[in-house]
């Protein structure tokens, strides 16, 4: 499966992928609703808290058929523990131009786009997606001596020394000489320990308080759309369901 990929990832348009990931100042996001509905993109609904997720899906289906994703991103990650680790001033400042998409069409640096890699992949509880992986074999391959000194100082500077070793180890074991076996993240890590790492990470009680509300209570639309809550006899149940579920899930090692 691995050569099989890397094969087919020589090709950067055959790449597999779900969406195409902006990341955009959150003072944009009402300018850049506006120009994704005016490009015929329609915003999927989800649930409307403003800590429990920085990112919102806009879709468009073209005239063959193909379902276009953006997924929009005002914050690195939905994961507190990394959510302000890198902002969009210093990501474009260190920024590249992507060739043959215009003058304005930028990409992190290859040592930046390794770090989101690693906290995305830890933020996934150490899931180790191929695709995922062989996108950090990539990067590191075309990385010379200094890039990856700077990986490393830049690694640390941000606390996700432990995050981008796993993910390297990951990637070398599948694609390259490395580790005998891919480290994991997740490997014990209960969900309640995931919990408390976001919540240290907010500033304030009131902002831990907000977040267990967003997570314990979303909004009734996205209860009746996700929760199976049809009518308003239903929704008390429906919430009462989901504070169960969660609680089991709370203990449990991922």
Not at 133 to 157: F, G, K, V, W
Request: glycine residues 6%; aromatic residues 6%.
């Amino acid at each position: 499966m691995a050569k099989v990929l890397a094969r087919v990832l020589t090709r950067p348009d055959l790449r597999p992928r779900d969406d195409t990931d902006l990341l955009v100042e959150e003072s944009q996001l009402p300018v850049l609703d506006t120009t994704m509905r005016n490009m015929g993109y329609g915003k999927s609904p989800a649930s409307s808290g403003r800590l429990i997720s920085h990112q919102c899906l806009y879709t468009a289906i073209d005239g063959r058929g193909i379902r276009h994703n953006f997924d929009v991103h005002w914050r690195i990650s939905n994961r507190h523990r990394y959510a302000r680790l890198l902002d969009l001033a210093e990501l474009l400042e260190r920024s590249r131009q992507i060739p043959g998409h215009g003058t304005h069409a930028r990409c992190p640096c290859p040592v930046d786009a390794l770090l989101i890699a690693a906290l995305h992949r830890a933020s996934h509880r150490g899931t180790d997606r191929l695709v995922w992986l062989y996108d950090i074999h990539q990067l590191l391959a075309a990385m010379n001596d200094q890039e990856i000194s700077q990986l490393e100082e830049r690694a640390a500077t941000k606390g996700l020394t432990v995050e981008c070793r796993a993910a390297i180890a990951g990637a070398r074991h599948y694609f390259g000489r490395g580790a005998a076996s891919p480290p994991t993240l997740s490997c014990g890590v209960r969900t309640i320990d995931i919990w408390l790492a976001d919540l240290k990470a907010l500033p304030s009680w009131r902002a831990r308080l907000a977040l267990l509300k967003e997570h314990a209570f979303p909004p009734a639309d996205y209860m009746r759309r996700n929760g199976g809550a049809n009518n308003r006899l239903v929704l008390p149940i429906a919430y009462l369901t989901r504070g169960l579920r969660g609680s089991l899930r709370l203990f449990r090692r991922v």
